[in-house]
T-cell receptor, first 114, second 109 residues
Framework: DTEVTQTPKHLVMGMTNKKSLKCEQH?????MYWYKQKAKKPPELMFVYSYEKLSINESVPSRFSPECPNSSLLNLHLHALQPEDSALYLC?????????????FGPGTRLTVT | GQSLEQPSEVTAVEGAIVQINCTYQTSGFYGLSWYQQHDGGAPTFLSYNALDGLEETGRFSSFLSRSDSYGYLLLQELQMKDSASYFC??????????FGPGTRLSVLP
């Protein structure tokens, strides 16, 4: 199984809402990532979890809060977002150490903030 | 900081060979990856180079010159389904990744 799943596929939320994005993989990967991608732009790294610990936070605003409940799951909690946060949010996973370069991406959650 | 450059667009015909270049500036360089992304889809891993030289995977090959901070993706026997965006991505200091701006490849019949 080389699949990364993400839910929901689409999400529309107001600026005062709280919502969560979910990501799951069953490849035994110990590194998981959140990326943000705007239209016609490259993915931008937001967070990296390695062995369930947050290892990289690319200066992401606190209205985005990641969580890694176990080695297969990754959540992104959203609160008080701004319209400019509307984007495709991609989850990815990879092996650790020497195999961390090959990332498997999920289909993404397309988020619209109104 | 890290920066990468790629051509914004490349056009070629079916059956042709196309090369997409990538230059980068980064510290703590580990390797250079290539990803394909179709419109509305997720990025898909194509190739990775940590050492200088050519890596071949079917119709796709990737090259790296660490001394020149340069790499390229070579696509042979182009097919219509290869029309997509192609991103180079630098892996630095372990699990940090930064993607290039992307090259949109159009394959014409």
């Amino acid at each position: 199984d080389t699949e990364v799943t993400q839910t929901p596929k689409h999400l529309v939320m107001g600026m005062t809402n709280k919502k969560s994005l979910k990501c799951e993989q069953h490849m035994g990967h110990r590194a998981m990532y959140w990326y943000k991608q705007k239209a016609k732009k490259p993915p931008e790294l937001m967070f990296v979890y390695s062995y369930e610990k947050l290892s990289i936070n690319e200066s992401v605003p606190s209205r985005f809060s990641p969580e890694c409940p176990n080695s297969s799951l990754l959540n992104l909690h959203l609160h008080a977002l701004q319209p400019e946060d509307s984007a495709l949010y991609l989850c990815a996973s990879s092996g650790s150490g020497g195999s961390s370069y090959e990332q498997y991406f999920g289909p993404g959650t397309r988020l619209t903030v109104t | 900081g890290q920066s990468l450059e790629q051509p914004s667009e490349v056009t070629a015909v079916e059956g042709a060979i196309v090369q997409i270049n990538c230059t980068y500036q980064t510290s703590g360089f580990y390797g250079l990856s290539w990803y394909q992304q179709h419109d509305g889809g997720a990025p898909t891993f194509l190739s990775y180079n940590a050492l200088d030289g050519l890596e071949e995977t079917g119709r796709f090959s990737s090259f790296l010159s660490r001394s020149d901070s340069y790499g390229y993706l070579l696509l042979q026997e182009l097919q219509m389904k290869d029309s997509a965006s192609y991103f180079c991505a630098v892996n630095y200091y372990g699990q940090n990744f930064v993607f290039g701006p992307g090259t949109r490849l159009s394959v014409l019949p």
